[in-house]
């Protein structure tokens, strides 16, 4: 066993990568757990610096032969974990680096656009939505959460590492679609069009933006359309999160219904 004490410098290390923006913003370096989450990581080609693992929790081996790999006991393991039930295994991986330029999008791009949004579960969800609707790009604008922080690398069960993800200032994200000729649809429930009875057949990105605020000033002013979600009951809005699944999933049953 490499590491059997909870006070090993490398310990305190990772906890400080878990829970401090900034020691992850210097070192440029994230935290993965779950055998899952680095298996798809592993597969977009991201290499790990170190591996964590603690042979009473992992059931299943996982052999990189490029990156360091620690050993631990459980309680270490527990210590440096962010999950409920820890599957020992733990990867530190460089951050990522995509801009706008690396971009590669499909002849009628789909870009979901997530302003200011400030939870790691929603941002989580909205990374699994992109996902599964196969868009072309996220873009991340203005965020109150770090789009690496481990608890959005959980909520997104790695599909953070599989969605073209770019943080980038809202002035410079809409120069991006406008260069793109994709419409700008903002989510609101101020709109009067139903997200239904819009065509998402065009290129087109989807903004949407906090729970308690709604999208900024900026981007309802240089929206080109703005559709709401009906609302039946008492409250006027959803989840972020599930809004953003709702239109994506409307402009995906829209193009499939044209392919067919």
């Known amino acids: 066993m490499d590491i059997t004490s909870l006070q090993n410098p490398k310990v305190k290390y990772v906890v400080k990568l878990r829970e401090d923006k900034r020691q992850r913003r210097q070192d440029g370096l994230m935290l993965v757990e779950g055998y899952d989450e680095l298996t798809l990581a592993l597969s977009t080609g991201l290499k790990p610096q170190t591996l964590l693992t603690a042979p009473e929790l992992a059931s299943v081996s996982m052999d990189i032969p490029s990156a360091e790999t620690i050993t631990v006991t459980r309680a270490v393991f527990e210590k440096i974990s962010y999950r409920d039930n820890p599957d020992g295994w733990l990867g530190i991986f460089p951050i990522p680096k995509t801009a706008l330029e690396d971009l590669k999008l499909s002849a009628s791009p789909l870009v979901l656009v997530a302003e200011s949004v400030e939870k790691p579960g929603n941002l989580g969800a909205i990374l699994r939505t992109a996902d599964a609707a196969h868009v072309d790009a996220l873009l991340v604008c203005d965020p109150r959460v770090d789009v690496w922080n481990p608890n959005v690398v959980r ?20 120069a991006f679609l406008r260069s793109g000729k994709m ?14 009875d819009v065509n998402l057949k065009e290129p087109v990105a989807i903004a949407v933006g906090t729970e308690d605020e709604g999208l900024t000033d900026f981007w309802m002013r240089n929206a080109d359309v703005k559709v709401k979600i009906p ?14 699944a709702l239109i994506t999933y409307e402009c995906v049953r829209q193009r499939s219904k044209e392919a067919s």
Not at 161 to 173: K, L
Not at 183 to 196: D, F, G, K, Q
Request: glycine share 4%; proline share 6%.
């Open 231 to 244: 609302m039946l009951g008492k409250v006027n809005s959803l989840n972020v999160s599930i809004a953003t």
């Open 183 to 196: 419409r700008v649809l903002a989510a609101t429930p101020s709109a009067e069009v139903l997200y239904t």
């Open 155 to 174: 909520a997104s069960r790695g599909t953070v590492f599989t969605v073209p993800t770019v943080e980038v200032d809202s002035p410079n994200a809409l």
